[in-house]
């Protein structure tokens, strides 16, 4: 069934179409059928339900000859039955009966060489104004003309029977890439729809255009030069790639092609627990009038949200659109990376502030996606926790982390991109006996590498891990950047390299087949004698 086919059937159902009305508009809308309200700074406050963030075990990817030999199937990319999906499919549309619904023609992807057309039908004019902000926006002349390769369809009041149509529980979130479609069910949570298009295209770029899809942000600085930066949560991503002297591309998703780097969205989702102007101005000065903010709460009596308020969830949101931020580039692209930054918030102490990666060991370290939570986060957890998530966005990613790992290395030799890993986590001991890593001497090693002053700096491999430590950093003491002169204890830290190493071997095994060797050979040593 064609794209087009469904939203006809769907116009043909609903009571009324509220078709790519204006900001003002769908304000007004949510205001008027009580989906939320307006805050002190003249943002929409509006709550998702009993979803308040994404259901991972809840998503599915239809198996069928597009799929069944190229999606790396498992966990997290789970199969659904084609016919049971037509079958749901079929219901989804009939829900839309006599119901209003909110429809948006946008755009994915800013480089127009590999630009997706999206439809997407909501229910809600909460989720529609999120769409508005999230995607990239059409000119009003080419509203009118717009085919989509893709559509969505959101139903949060739909609740499936999981005996008959297959999935696990009422809520479901199901791509199918043979008919372009993806339906989501019995969730009001916003994060859905755009994840739901970055694995999608985190499948049809790789597999068709030979783009490298990334969870990422990037920049661009005076000279040109653009940087990308992985990391997960609390390693300083969206701190570190907001710098003042270099203008924002994108702050989550990206593409590298062969004309450089793109951005995905045309907008912002940014978490606000514990937001305050200080830390996070960008973000604090963003929601401002037609900007959404996500299941949070006021001061008593005030039109004034409460960041620290988290009885909600501790997943607040905000989304607004990219232009709510000044220094951004226009439109949303960059050239050729100089230089990538995995960063990594190592809370046992290991890793060095800043290292030089091989296209092997980037390969490897992309794949591994990793960063430690701290201790003391649940009871009687006294040891930082490991986490990894594979090419740091592990929940999206339909194929193999190895051939996004290879493409990543191809496309750093192809353009002589550094690739660098920085600890913006703990020195001198794991957390709770050593101090985190000062901002400033964090800004200073980024910015040593993106000006080129670690080009020709002397170089010491990390006996453990391997990977090369510059032995100097204009503005950063020197004995900061080999992180075993910083210990106390030289025998203690040679125990938790080790210690480090093999939660990474093990880590690496789900991967192992279907890597490169150069990928293999980079793996860290955790026997070694220090």
Same mark, same amino acid.
Not at 175 to 200: D, H, L, Q
Not at 264 to 293: D, S
Not at 306 to 328: F, G, L
């Given at each position: 069934m064609k794209s087009h086919i469904i939203t006809d059937r769907v116009f043909s159902l609903a009571s009324k179409i509220n078709k790519n009305i204006t900001l003002n508009e769908l304000l007004h809308a949510a205001l008027e059928s009580g989906e939320g309200k307006i805050t002190s700074? *003249?943002?929409?406050?509006?709550?998702? @339900?009993?979803? &308040? !963030?994404?259901? #991972?075990?809840?998503?599915?990817?239809?198996?069928d000859d597009t799929t069944k030999n190229r999606v790396w199937w498992g966990d997290i990319n789970q199969p659904f039955d084609s016919e049971k999906f037509d079958a749901l499919l079929e219901r989804v549309i009939n829900h839309y009966q006599d119901k209003e619904i909110f429809v948006r023609d946008a755009y994915a992807c800013a480089d127009t060489d590999y630009r997706l057309k999206v439809?997407?039908?909501?229910?809600?004019?909460?989720?529609?104004?999120?769409?508005?902000h999230m995607f990239i926006r059409p000119d009003e002349n080419e509203?009118?003309?717009?085919?989509?390769?893709?559509?969505?369809?959101?139903?949060? $009041?739909? /609740?499936?029977?999981?005996?008959?149509?297959?999935?696990?529980?009422?809520?479901?979130?199901?791509i199918n890439f043979t008919k372009k479609i993806y339906i989501i069910g019995g969730s009001g949570y916003t994060g859905e729809i755009k994840k739901g298009i970055f694995s999608v295209l985190n499948? &049809?770029? #790789?597999?068709?255009?030979?783009?490298?899809? +990334?969870?990422? $942000?990037?920049?661009?600085?005076? *000279?040109?030069?653009?940087?990308?930066?992985?990391?997960?949560? !609390?390693t300083g991503k969206t701190t570190l790639s907001a710098d003042p002297d270099r203008k924002l591309i994108g702050d989550d998703e990206h593409g590298w092609s062969e004309n450089g780097i793109f951005n995905f969205e045309g907008g912002c989702y940014a978490k606000t627990i514990n937001l305050t102007q200080e830390n996070e101005p960008t973000i604090w000065n963003a929601i401002r009038e037609g900007a959404l903010v996500e299941n949070v709460?006021?001061?008593?009596?005030?039109?004034?949200? =409460?960041?620290?308020?988290?009885?909600?969830?501790?997943?607040?949101?905000?989304?607004? %659109?990219i232009d709510y931020i000044d220094n951004i580039s226009v439109p949303s692209v960059g050239p050729q990376p100089k230089n990538i930054f995995f960063l990594t918030a190592d809370a046992f102490g290991v890793l060095p502030p800043i290292a030089k990666l091989t296209p092997g060991q980037a390969g490897y370290h992309f794949i591994s996606g990793y960063t430690a939570k701290v201790a003391g986060t649940e009871e009687g957890v006294n040891e930082p926790q490991a986490t990894f998530s594979a090419c740091f966005g592990a929940a999206f990613i339909p194929l193999h982390p190895g051939k996004y790992a290879e /493409?990543?290395?191809?496309? +750093?030799?192809?353009? =002589?991109?550094?690739?660098?890993?920085?600890?913006?986590?703990? $020195? *001198? !001991?794991?957390? @709770?006996? *050593? $101090?985190? +890593?000062?901002?400033?001497?964090?800004?200073? /090693?980024?910015?040593?590498?993106?000006? @080129?002053?670690?080009?020709?700096?002397?170089?010491?491999?990390?006996?453990?891990?391997?990977?090369? /430590? #510059?032995?100097?950093? %204009? !503005?950063? %003491?020197?004995?900061?950047?080999?992180?075993?002169?910083?210990?106390?204890d030289a025998a203690a830290y040679d125990t938790k390299a080790n210690y480090l190493a093999s939660l990474f071997n093990k880590n690496f095994e789900d991967f192992a087949e279907g890597v490169s060797q150069d990928i293999l050979d980079a793996a860290p040593k955790a026997s070694a004698s220090l």
């Amino acid at each position: 069934m064609k794209s087009h086919i469904i939203t006809d059937r769907v116009f043909s159902l609903a009571s009324k179409i509220n078709k790519n009305i204006t900001l003002n508009e769908l304000l007004h809308a949510a205001l008027e059928s009580g989906e939320g309200k307006i805050t002190s700074t *003249g943002a929409l406050a509006g709550d998702t @339900g009993k979803f &308040t !963030g994404r259901s #991972p075990k809840d998503k599915f990817t239809v198996l069928d000859d597009t799929t069944k030999n190229r999606v790396w199937w498992g966990d997290i990319n789970q199969p659904f039955d084609s016919e049971k999906f037509d079958a749901l499919l079929e219901r989804v549309i009939n829900h839309y009966q006599d119901k209003e619904i909110f429809v948006r023609d946008a755009y994915a992807c800013a480089d127009t060489d590999y630009r997706l057309k999206v439809r997407v039908v909501t229910e809600t004019a909460y989720q529609n104004l999120f769409v508005h902000h999230m995607f990239i926006r059409p000119d009003e002349n080419e509203l009118h003309t717009i085919s989509p390769d893709w559509v969505i369809l959101a139903a949060p $009041s739909y /609740m499936a029977v999981p005996d008959r149509d297959g999935t696990r529980q009422e809520n479901f979130s199901i791509i199918n890439f043979t008919k372009k479609i993806y339906i989501i069910g019995g969730s009001g949570y916003t994060g859905e729809i755009k994840k739901g298009i970055f694995s999608v295209l985190n499948f &049809t770029l #790789p597999v068709e255009h030979d783009v490298l899809s +990334m969870h990422c $942000s990037a920049n661009i600085g005076k *000279g040109g030069d653009s940087a990308v930066f992985f990391g997960l949560s !609390g390693t300083g991503k969206t701190t570190l790639s907001a710098d003042p002297d270099r203008k924002l591309i994108g702050d989550d998703e990206h593409g590298w092609s062969e004309n450089g780097i793109f951005n995905f969205e045309g907008g912002c989702y940014a978490k606000t627990i514990n937001l305050t102007q200080e830390n996070e101005p960008t973000i604090w000065n963003a929601i401002r009038e037609g900007a959404l903010v996500e299941n949070v709460r006021f001061f008593p009596d005030s039109d004034v949200v =409460n960041y620290n308020d988290v009885s909600v969830t501790q997943n607040t949101r905000c989304a607004y %659109p990219i232009d709510y931020i000044d220094n951004i580039s226009v439109p949303s692209v960059g050239p050729q990376p100089k230089n990538i930054f995995f960063l990594t918030a190592d809370a046992f102490g290991v890793l060095p502030p800043i290292a030089k990666l091989t296209p092997g060991q980037a390969g490897y370290h992309f794949i591994s996606g990793y960063t430690a939570k701290v201790a003391g986060t649940e009871e009687g957890v006294n040891e930082p926790q490991a986490t990894f998530s594979a090419c740091f966005g592990a929940a999206f990613i339909p194929l193999h982390p190895g051939k996004y790992a290879e /493409m990543l290395a191809a496309k +750093m030799t192809e353009n =002589n991109v550094n690739v660098w890993l920085v600890n913006t986590g703990w $020195s *001198g !001991g794991a957390y @709770g006996t *050593g $101090s985190r +890593m000062k901002l400033k001497y964090t800004r200073a /090693m980024l910015n040593a590498a993106l000006d @080129g002053k670690l080009d020709d700096v002397s170089y010491e491999n990390h006996p453990v891990f391997g990977v090369a /430590m #510059p032995q100097e950093v %204009p !503005g950063v %003491p020197t004995e900061l950047l080999n992180p075993r002169n910083t210990w106390a204890d030289a025998a203690a830290y040679d125990t938790k390299a080790n210690y480090l190493a093999s939660l990474f071997n093990k880590n690496f095994e789900d991967f192992a087949e279907g890597v490169s060797q150069d990928i293999l050979d980079a793996a860290p040593k955790a026997s070694a004698s220090l």
